[in-house]
């Protein structure tokens, strides 16, 4: 029997550590699988150990015990024929001589290699750098275990095999490599922020990765606006979850949420760096998008919104970023910046977007500008097009609702 | 440290269209290529184009009882794959990592197509140290 204290502590340690621990042992091992293992199995042995007490630096015992079992697991790979080639890792001058190598960078970069698929950069981030389980990424991206189960082998073996190393890259580099790695933490966000599927609206582990990403990312590089861009934009988006279901997990719109349980702190946060950020020339995508979710925290209601701002920062994206998803929220801030008809006119421009073509919002954004044209039949069917396009079971009670007062 | 592949995909029909000036700047490019990165290369070659290319392989349903070709195998005209842009030639780099073989490959002069980089199997490599 374990104490409660030793099992939230080492459940603590993993939501925290997890990460630092793992980059750490990938330095010794030099072989992803083998390092999640050692983590995996000094996470173990913490259950046991901590019953006697928790240690004062739980990340530095975890990395200890999950070393020594890395110099364990090589002695017996020595002799073992080895599947597959060991990392690149460079060689570090032994503390206290050298700063600490930054493993946990590296391993991020690693993990966000342009030489993997956009697909498998993100799977390995949440698993190696997120300590997400297969099935939980699996859900996260549509897929089913196994087709994420070998994805995630697949990467792992293309960046043993090819020589993807483990290090963060040189300074020439890394304004393109660091690129990558804010699409990754973006789509982590994105994804968590409204699950594409399953019983919850927001998937509270991604989101707080997002955040662990965003915030890791801004203490290495604390002058990039990008990066500002980036966490501004996850503290701005985050500050609402609280209100964005009800207690019984039904959805609340953004008109509907009580803005007095907005997190004030990451509010102010979030606009501090966005003024920052974007002070930059060339403005960044992150930045702008951050903008407009601060111009939704700033209105102290739904009514008070300054639409016509936002339409305008969305000009902005869609000028130096066109996509059709853009184009799609830029024409709802038309619908309440000018009326709904406005709104179907720019909604009406893409209709015919291949790209769009199945993407619920679409229906569901056109349902609720007809609903306020007074245009019920159309709405209707509108919204009914969008019950059927949404894998997400919040989303889909909403529309449910709508449909029952347009009956 | 290992050694990669880099193989160089152009189109064709513009690379024969290039006059003897934009030939002779290419060649120069590569050149150029090969001083900077001298210490790396561990080989290259230019192709000629895929019309003089012959393909040799195995006729269909045969038994697979040699791992050869053999004697009847199916000769013919052209590439073993006809693409768009086809391979045009090759480098063979060592570098210590991806990032540094693609640096290396970045700075190929291919003007009408791109490069694939791939790593060499070891045991490749002690064939052609032997």
Redesign the interface.
Known sequence: MRTPDAGSAVADAHRREWAGVLAATVRVTRDLDLAEECVQEAYAQALVAWRDGVPARPGAWLTTAARRRALDHHRHAAVAQRAL?LL?VDEVAPEPVGPPPDDLLALLFTCC?P?LTAEARVALTLRLLGGLSTPEIARAFLVSEPTMAARLTRAKKKIA?????F?V?APE?LPRRLGGVLAVVHLVLTTGHTAPTGATLVRDDLLDRAHDLARLLRSRFPDDPDVAGLLALVLLTDARRATRTDTGGALVLLADQDRSRWDAAMIAEGRSLVLGALTSRPVGRYAVLAAIAAVHADAPTFDDTDWPEIVGLYDVVLARWPSPVVALNRAVAVGFADGPDAGLAALDALAGEPRLAGYGYLAAARGELLRRAGRREEARTALEEAALLTANDVEHELLAGRLETLR | MGQYLILIYTDEASMAAMGEQEVGALMAAHQRFGGTHGAALRGGGWLHPTATATTVRRPDGRERDDLAAGEDALVTDGPYVETKEALGGYYVVEAPDLDTALAIARQVPEPFGGVEVRPLRPAMQDLQGS
Not at chain 1, 161 to 165: H, K, Q, R, S
């Open positions: 080639p690149v290699h030489s095999t090819a020589g993807v190393p290090r890259p580099e």
